[in-house]
């Protein structure tokens, strides 16, 4: 599944364009202005998991994960992927696994949810 945390949607469409059969949750980010029919947030199950997925700029993530963090809690979600910040992170934040992929020509996540419902999450470098 590709998960696109938002900023700059013709990104978010050549990657939807190359990988047409894989399937994608995509969220606008603020830097987004004429994009349409794209929502700002979207819950699904990846697995066994619930992820709650954002850019993260409405919540201020640039200052702290306070926000976003309650959001998720208070959504039930187990994973949160947000971006805005352009910087990697992948923390456990209370009950919630907190994943910022990080900028996209730099780095990128994986994350795996076992059959069992285990997370796994790791940062990647972009060669």
Not at 2 to 20: H, N, S
């Amino acid at each position: 599944m590709i998960i696109f945390a938002g900023d700059i949607q013709r990104d978010a469409d050549k990657i939807l364009k190359t990988y047409p059969r894989v399937p994608a949750a995509i969220v606008l980010g603020n830097n987004d202005w004429s994009v349409r029919d794209v929502p700002y947030e979207v819950e699904f199950n990846f697995g066994k998991k619930r992820v709650f997925l954002t850019h993260g700029h409405t919540y201020r993530v640039k200052m702290s994960l306070n926000a976003l963090s309650f959001r998720a809690r208070e959504l039930g979600a187990d994973i949160c992927v947000f971006g805005h910040t352009h910087s990697a992170f992948c923390e456990q934040v209370s009950d919630v696994l907190m994943l910022n992929p990080g900028a996209a020509r730099r780095t990128y996540a994986v994350l795996e949810v076992d059959d069992d419902g285990n997370i796994s999450a790791k940062i990647k470098q972009n060669d």
